[in-house]
């Protein structure tokens, strides 16, 4: 990773592992009728990629200085969700991906009908884990089921037809059209940034966050968001299967209005260079203790894949 | 219908316009990018159909003594719930069905990667729809935050992979194979019967029922969401695509282990009389107020559709 410390990538890699140790143990396989299902829906949530969802949610938590215990049913409500979507993004019907992350897509494996049962799974158990979390008593939780609710709320109207489903309908609807930068920003804002954007807020319901602090984060959560698509798309265009486990060039070759098809990739570049200053730059506030969230705004910026 | 009464359609007809007259305003077009979504959504939810879950939802309310206005968000979510199902149940990866209540189905008009997400939507804005309300201070609730969120969480179990999806991923499995009774037993009681008993548990949580009024509601909805699933095998298998307004005959000519194939046509009707017996049975302690309710366990094995 160009640009970001070794402090930084020892600090990520710690946070992803917390999230995985968790997440591994979430769904387990038992020896029922519904197999299956268990089985599809693991393949795709153990499938690896970088859990920035997750990841973010608990820096921004040690940040607000909010236990990590606390936060990680939303931290994995959140990549729960991440992946149903993706399940359902690689079907036929939507964008016919064979690989995702360097593995075969969760159709390829379980056939179509129980990919989609797979991510129905997923969205739904996403409420399930949180619903069974507030309710559960002996769970330590220094926030009100009142603020839980309400960060729960916030994750399921990110999720939904005003948030990353409103982006994915816009996004389908706009294949092998002329679109305008207004409306690329609008899906790319939804599609992606909504659930990232979730990430930056959840712990901020939480702790109660004052609205200076608060409008700081949303800053920084809708920067990162639009400069994480911006860089899928440069990504795309300059890309290599190896690293990104999945085919490229794949959105010029589906007729898909991207960045760089509008702006090229210098401007493209551009661009995301200036939506991380902004990020960083929102960040002040908050002093030494956003140095993480400053770098992982520049590894958006820099990852390979 | 025959051996239901003319005051029992009058009241069904009467809470099934309660519960039209909200899901119609729930989910408004608008003039916005994401304008299809909205469309795909409401043509299945408002295409018509029983209004079973709502329904039985609004009757058990009136019976425990809430108030509609109280419950309604959870008897609009489980419909939503049920129409999301339907829309992916319909696909050409799962059913592949052409017609539903009549109608075209979902993806015959939007097309499959708008049915899809349009199943997708319709799941996340059922818990949408429930957080906005629990956290709206401004509307009437009698019952607490924490009922009103262990509501929602039935809900969400019901719908998930010990629920719903447990019983459909099973029932995918299960086509073209010899299965035995429990299988077919495990397959109805979850694909359909788990949501039927949600519908008649929300209001029984809601009002902090006792375990005794409890049991009995847990009874009657056990055996009234089996007996749905019997009656519909005995329809598909003498029925009549007018009445219906779906593909008929379908379940013998897929392969589909079902009560007809297994016990012959008057066993599964001895088995449905048995259910409904054992419904009716089981309201007894609840005395005139449970009229409604075993009248609508008659309905549910006397009715065309």
């Given amino acids: 990773m160009k640009g970001v410390t070794h402090m930084f990538k020892t600090k990520y890699d710690y946070l992803l592992k917390k999230v995985n140790d968790v997440l591994s143990t979430l769904i387990t396989e038992k020896e029922s009728p519904e197999n299956t299902i268990y089985k599809a829906m693991n393949y795709s949530l153990m ?20 236990d990590f215990e606390e936060v990680m049913p939303y931290a994995c409500a959140l990549e729960m969700i991440h992946t149903y979507s993706l399940i359902h993004d690689d079907l036929p019907a939507m964008d016919n991906d064979d690989y995702r992350r360097g593995m075969l897509t969760n159709h390829k494996v ?26 559960d008593e002996s769970k330590k939780k220094t926030y009100s089921l009142a603020a839980g609710v309400k960060a729960m709320s916030y994750i399921a109207k ?22 305008t930068v207004e409306l690329l920003e609008y899906i790319h804002k939804h599609k992606t940034g909504a659930l990232i954007k979730a990430s930056v807020m959840v712990p901020a319901i939480l702790t109660s966050l004052d609205d200076e602090k608060r409008n700081a984060l949303e ?26 486990g999945k085919t490229t060039g794949k959105d010029a070759s589906s007729g ?41 705004a520049v590894y958006i910026a820099e990852r390979k894949n």
């Fill in 47 to 66: 499938a690896g990629g970088k859990r920035l969802r997750p990841v973010l949610l608990l820096a921004v938590s040690e940040m607000l200085e909010i």
């Fill in 110 to 135: 379980f056939g179509e009908a129980t990919a989609i049962l797979a991510g129905d799974a997923l969205l739904n158990y996403a409420y399930e884990y949180i619903l069974d979390w507030l309710m």
């Fill in 158 to 179: 990110a999720a939904g037809i005003n948030g990353m489903i409103g982006g994915q309908i816009v996004d389908i609807e706009s294949e092998d059209k002329e679109i």
């Fill in 219 to 244: 800053r920084y959560s809708s920067n990162i968001g639009l400069a994480f698509q911006v860089k899928d798309d440069i990504l795309d265009a300059e890309g290599d299967f190896k690293l990104l």
């Fill in 256 to 296: 898909k209005s991207t960045f760089v098809s509008m702006y090229g990739i210098e401007k493209s570049r551009e661009i995301l260079s200036e939506l991380i200053s902004d990020a960083v730059d929102s960040l002040q506030l908050f002093g030494d203790k956003a140095i993480f969230l400053k770098e992982l």
